[in-house]
């Protein structure tokens, strides 16, 4: 694996209620990245994420498990956590070596009891926050209910940034509303947008592009002045926006068909925080930021027992380097 500067990785905590997809939602994303040539499954007891035999057995997430995915120059360390409460612990673990919470929520049943748990702990850490409707091939999957059940418990920061192509058999692919593109299939590809779709695009892009201006006066004063404001320029305020919780971007995927689930890598990757981006950590000696070229300073998130290798520890390098 590539040596990455600071401002090229991505820490991200997946978390949300028990069984909503987010093992198969870090699989996929191994998978199209080419980190693993063939993608596994919780019924074949074969995901990379789940490799304890209590997990195979119970067929859930028991334990965190740290996930590293390249992509587009970038490295998104994925931290797949447990959805169930009698884990919570292991959440906790996760958030606090994270930079940012992708919160991952059912097509059908929307927010949940978990859902709201992982949120108040990715809110009391300060965390930037995503959210994933995931299982957008299921039946009775939509996304128009479930964004409206997020928004009524969140609040109106939460914006949608894709729409999907149809839904559970029909579910084809996802538009991205800031490029204005449709991509198809389970490769991803580029195609047109559905004719019927095209009014709820225009709308909804406008409504987006209205969100991400309002986070920063500099483009707003250029938006009112009916000046042509750029991708680049949008892309780069919904960072800054994201970063300060001052909007939570809303994607779509079905990860077990890996749709939508590369352009989901590129929203972490060009929309998402790097450890630079972040507040100073606290410790008893004062704030520690992130320098790549500070003496060592190393969190220590977790301690586990295992039976082959005995204790391991996990650590995320606040500053500095360890070798």
Not at 123 to 152: Q, W, Y
Not at 219 to 229: G, H, N, S, V, W
Not at 281 to 293: K, L, R
Request: hydrophobic fraction near 40%; glycine fraction near 8%; charge should be negative.
């Amino acid at each position: 694996m590539n040596v990455y500067p600071t401002e090229a990785i991505r820490n991200v905590v997946l978390v949300g209620h028990g069984s909503v997809g987010k093992t198969m939602l870090s699989e996929a994303s191994l998978f199209v990245s080419g980190a693993v040539t063939r993608m596994g499954g919780i019924e074949d007891q074969n995901t990379v994420s789940d490799y304890d035999e209590d997990e195979h057995k119970r067929k859930f997430s028991l334990n965190l498990a740290i996930l590293p995915v390249e992509w587009e120059g970038r490295k998104i360390n994925l931290i797949d956590t447990p959805g169930y409460a009698d884990f919570l612990s292991e959440v906790i673990c996760g958030a606090q070596a994270a930079d940012m919470a992708l919160v991952v929520v059912d097509a059908v049943s929307g927010p949940e009891v978990g859902t709201d748990r992982a949120w108040q702990i990715a809110e009391r850490m300060k965390l930037p926050r995503m959210i994933v409707v995931n299982r957008m091939d299921r039946e009775n999957a939509d996304f128009a209910s479930t964004l409206e059940a997020l928004r009524a418990r969140y609040g109106h920061t939460v914006t949608p940034l894709q729409l999907p192509i149809g839904a559970h058999e029909s579910f084809s692919g996802v538009v991205d509303l800031l490029h204005g593109k449709a991509y198809i299939g389970e490769s991803g590809e580029e195609g047109d947008i559905p004719a019927e779709m095209q009014a709820d695009v225009d709308r909804l892009r406008g409504e987006l592009i209205e969100t991400i201006v309002e986070t920063d006066e500099e483009l707003m004063t250029k938006y009112f002045a009916d000046e042509e404001l750029t991708e680049d320029e949008l892309r780069k305020v919904l960072h800054g926006g994201l970063d300060h919780g001052l909007l939570i971007p809303v994607v779509c995927t079905a990860a077990t068909r890996q749709m939508g689930v590369r352009q989901l890598l590129h929203n972490i990757a060009f929309s998402g925080p790097s450890p630079l981006d972040r507040d100073p950590f606290e410790s008893d000696t004062g704030p520690i930021d992130a320098d790549p070229a500070g003496s060592p300073v190393a969190l220590v998130f977790k301690t586990s027992a295992d039976p082959y290798v005995g204790r391991l520890t996990y650590m995320r390098v606040v500053r500095g380097s360890v070798t």
